[in-house]
Nanobody, 126 residues
Framework: QVRLVESGGGLVQAGGSLRLSCVASGGPFSSLALGWFRRASGKEREFVAA????????YYADSVKGRFTISRDNAKNTVYLEMNSLKPEDTAVYTC???????????????????WGQGTQVTVSS
């Protein structure tokens, strides 16, 4: 069973930056594609970004494209989400998850994911 632990969330002013980390244990991290999702209070969970097992392929939601960057370090069993130019509408709990599919375009659906972390809160003030 894969365990995922996110960190790096916090309170930041609009226009600021944060870097989230997700450390995995208990599974073959280097062979797993991963994704980040977020859920704002009172809203549905939303896909943010995904990365292939090699890190070569990435995919972003339109709402974060050009501002967020997903990356991974397989030697550290860690996936990152670099968030720049943050906006108040980015406020949410951010969660990482392991993908059960390899086609990156299919990774926008939460149904494509197996293991989930507990999440880390990101709050962007205006």
């Amino acid at each position: 069973q894969v365990r995922l632990v996110e960190s790096g969330g916090g309170l930041v002013q609009a226009g600021g930056s944060l870097r989230l980390s997700c450390v995995a244990s208990g599974g073959p991290f280097s062979s797993l594609a991963l994704g980040w999702f977020r859920r704002a209070s009172g809203k549905e969970r939303e896909f943010v970004a995904a990365i292939s097992w090699s890190g070569r392929d990435t995919y972003y939601a339109d709402s974060v494209k050009g501002r967020f960057t997903i990356s991974r370090d397989n030697a550290k069993n860690t996936v990152y989400l670099e968030m720049n130019s943050l906006k108040p509408e980015d406020t949410a709990v951010y969660t990482c998850a392991t993908s059960r599919v390899t086609l990156i375009a299919a990774m926008t659906s939460a149904a494509s994911y197996g293991y989930w972390g507990q999440g880390t809160q990101v709050t962007v003030s205006s």
